[in-house]
Structure formats: C-alpha cells, structure tokens
C-alpha cells in the first residue's frame, strides 16, 4: 500500500520551519507530509486510493 496518489502520482513531501528564539534560529526536524489520499471506485469495479484533488475532478470515472 503505497502513499501516492493512483491518477496523478502526487506523494509525501519534506517540509518543515524555522524556529525563531531570541534572534536565533533553532534547528528543528523536518516531517514528510502526505497527500490526502481517499479510497475511490473506477468504473470496472475496482478500487484504489486517489488524492482528493483527483476525487473532485472525478478523475477515477474518467478512465479508460
């Protein structure tokens, strides 16, 4: 069960911030953020997990 989108391929990023202290920047760790994937029905019966970007597109019915 992969974390990415089944149409667009859209997956997990690395993001973070800047922890400003007394003129100073910390460091602070970075964490992945994952898309919001949801579970979908394509035509032919089967299901997969699509982003939600794709879901209201109404991407899934759409395919071939």
């Known amino acids: 069960m992969s974390k990415q989108c089944a ?3 859209k997956g997990s ?3 973070g911030k800047r922890n400003l202290l ?3 920047y910390n460091p602070t760790p970075k964490k992945r ?3 919001n994937l ?3 029905t394509f035509p032919d ?3 997969e997990k699509i982003c939600t970007r794709c879901l ?3 991407l899934h019915l759409k395919q071939k």
């Open 7 to 9: 149409i667009c391929g």
């Open 13 to 15: 990023q690395m993001g």
């Open 22 to 24: 007394r003129g100073k």
């Open 33 to 35: 953020k994952y898309p």
């Open 38 to 40: 949801q579970w979908a």
């Open 45 to 47: 019966g089967h299901r």
């Open 56 to 58: 209201k597109k109404n």
